[in-house]
């Protein structure tokens, strides 16, 4: 019996492995091909699988893409909401803003494939995946929206600002540097400084 439990942890194992290799492959091929361009053979071709094996992961094409978009936003949610539990309960709003700055960029860009695969495809992805994938934007966008209003609220942010526009703005700018970071030109230490200082100075009350 307890020969038996083993083997059938180490093939749980191995199955997280292979689902996960399957995962990053479609990651890569999204970025480059796109969603109408997206093929489970080539997924399988990176993932080193034969392309009919994947079906005992994943129903169908669209089951891997979905996870794939969705992927992105939840591991950013979490590392922002991480970083902000981290903080003590009577930071300066300010501060929480961009402690929220620095987690969505290290998850981004050092996870880039999968955020960029949601951001570059979200068009083009078919209504009931996109459905889905406006789930975990809304969520991520809701807490975005507490962590403004409650620096309004504490006279943290320039009055003179659309608080709406605003956020929108930084959100738009953070998912969009998967698409122009180049670590070899920058660290990603330099980039999250940088981007804290211009956020700091763009939404601090004069």
Do not use: C
Not at 25 to 31: D, G, I, K, Q, R
């Amino acid at each position: 019996m307890a020969r038996r439990q083993v083997v059938t942890a180490d093939a749980s194992s191995k199955s997280a492995r292979t689902r996960e290799r399957i995962l990053d492959a479609a990651a890569e091929v999204l970025n480059r091909k796109g969603y109408a361009g997206t093929r489970l053979s080539d997924i399988a071709d990176v993932a080193g699988l034969q392309a009919p094996a994947i079906y005992y992961y994943f129903p169908s094409r669209d089951d891997v893409i979905q996870e794939v978009v969705q992927v992105g936003l939840r591991r950013t949610l979490a590392e922002v909401q991480a970083a902000l539990a981290a903080l003590p309960a009577d930071a300066p709003r300010l501060d929480r803003i961009l402690a929220a700055v620095a987690a969505h960029l290290r998850v981004v860009l050092e996870d880039s494939r999968f955020a960029s695969a949601a951001i570059r495809n979200a068009q083009q992805l078919p209504a009931a995946i996109r459905e889905v994938q406006l789930l975990d934007e809304r969520r991520y966008g809701a807490l975005w929206r507490g962590l403004v209003d409650d620096a309004v609220a504490a006279g943290e942010i320039d009055p003179d600002l659309d608080p709406r526009a605003a956020r929108m703005l930084v959100i738009g700018a953070l998912n969009w540097a998967p698409e122009w970071w180049d670590p070899a030109r920058g660290t990603l230490a330099e980039t999250v400084a940088t981007a804290q200082r211009l956020v700091r100075r763009g939404l601090a009350a004069r």
